[in-house]
């Protein structure tokens, strides 16, 4: 008798654990800016086809009944951002013997350095050496201004893949790091914006030529999401679109011309950028 309440138990168990996996896979939505011909359109990632959204992402939208096959489309920035900010020194991993601080310390991203997936990443003339830096991107769903860590990710639409490109001789010589962090094409970014996964909770790595260059968990990071989106709302108001870099772990290597990059997030997906 108690072995056989023992497998109904069990039973039970299972099938709640199956359950309730099946309805977190069925809240994930993979989100993509795309575009077919001279026309560009959101749309949400069902498979192998990416069905159409009419209306704004970040605003009123409804799905139509226009589909097409996702490798037949051109993939673009998932979001046009007001702004890109990024976190400096949120991983221990990076930053070896020095402290963490005590609140995310930000600085800007140019939105014009910003590449789609598969576009070319350029070394610009000057620069020594340019390197890779793996980072989970946040995108902002509603505009925040001093939202609450508590509430700040109902601020959030989602998380995609970024790489912070950063020409270190510039980075370490200029007072600013408007170039070093922000020159056209530092700003690879994509492909798709998901939500309905738990952000803290992802591996981040970084490939070059097949090579992996950096990995580590995001549950490492020093100020996870809600935090970074509750102190950059204090300060600056975060509109719908907006993209935060949220810092990248361990040690990053130099990139030369012929390089293929690849960014992957766990559940998100992979970001392929070629070097010339």
């Given at each position: 008798?108690?072995?056989?309440?023992?497998?109904?138990?069990?039973?039970?168990?299972?099938?709640?654990?199956?359950?309730?996996?099946?309805?977190?896979?069925?809240?994930?939505?993979?989100?993509?800016?795309?575009?077919?011909?001279?026309?560009?359109?959101?749309?949400?990632?069902?498979?192998?086809?990416?069905?159409?959204?009419?209306?704004?992402?970040?605003?009123?939208?409804?799905?139509?009944?226009?589909?097409?096959?996702?490798?037949?489309?051109?993939?673009?920035?998932?979001?046009?951002?007001?702004?890109?900010?990024?976190?400096?020194?949120?991983?221990?991993?990076?930053?070896?013997?020095?402290?963490?601080?005590?609140?995310?310390?930000?600085?800007?991203?140019?939105?014009?350095?910003?590449?789609?997936?598969?576009?070319?990443?350029?070394?610009?003339?000057?620069?020594?050496?340019?390197?890779?830096?793996?980072?989970?991107?946040?995108?902002?769903?509603?505009?925040?201004?001093?939202?609450?860590?508590?509430?700040?990710?109902?601020?959030?639409?989602?998380?995609?893949?970024?790489?912070?490109?950063?020409?270190?001789?510039?980075?370490?010589k200029d007072v600013q790091w408007w170039r070093?962090?922000?020159?056209?094409?530092?700003?690879?970014?994509?492909?798709f914006i998901v939500s309905g996964i738990d952000?803290?909770?992802?591996?981040?790595?970084?490939?070059?030529?097949?090579?992996?260059?950096?990995?580590?968990?995001?549950?490492?990071?020093?100020?996870?999401?809600?935090?970074?989106?509750?102190?950059?709302?204090?300060?600056?108001?975060?509109?719908?679109?907006?993209?935060?870099?949220?810092?990248?772990?361990?040690?990053?290597?130099?990139?030369?011309?012929?390089?293929?990059?690849?960014?992957?997030?766990?559940?998100?997906?992979?970001?392929?950028?070629?070097?010339?």
């Open positions: 008798m108690r072995l056989h309440l023992a497998v109904v138990v069990a039973i039970v168990i299972s099938v709640f654990i199956q359950g309730f996996a099946v309805a977190a896979e069925k809240e994930m939505t993979r989100y993509v800016r795309f575009q077919v011909g001279d026309s560009v359109a959101y749309g949400i990632v069902e498979g192998k086809q990416v069905r159409q959204l009419d209306g704004d992402l970040f605003g009123t939208w409804k799905p139509t009944d226009r589909t097409y096959p996702l490798d037949q489309v051109k993939l673009l920035v998932p979001s046009q951002p007001s702004k890109v900010l990024a976190v400096a020194g949120n991983y221990k991993s990076h930053l070896g013997s020095e402290q963490p601080s005590s609140h995310p310390e930000l600085f800007l991203k140019a939105p014009s350095c910003l590449i789609a997936n598969g576009e070319s990443i350029v070394i610009p003339k000057g620069t020594k050496r340019v390197d890779h830096e793996a980072e989970l991107v946040i995108v902002i769903g509603k505009r925040a201004k001093n939202v609450s860590k508590k509430e700040a990710l109902n601020y959030v639409l989602g998380v995609t893949c970024g790489n912070d490109v950063s020409a270190r001789d510039w980075q370490k070093a962090k922000a020159s056209d094409t530092f700003g690879p970014c994509g492909p952000y803290g909770n992802l591996w981040l790595q970084a490939r070059v030529n097949g090579e992996v260059k950096q990995k580590d968990h995001t549950s490492h990071m020093e100020h996870g999401v809600a935090s970074v989106v509750s102190w950059a709302s204090r300060h600056m108001t975060l509109e719908p679109g907006d993209l935060i870099y949220t810092g990248t772990p361990g040690k990053t290597t130099p990139l030369k011309p012929g390089d293929v990059v690849e960014i992957e997030l766990e559940g998100v997906g992979v970001l392929r950028n070629k070097v010339k």
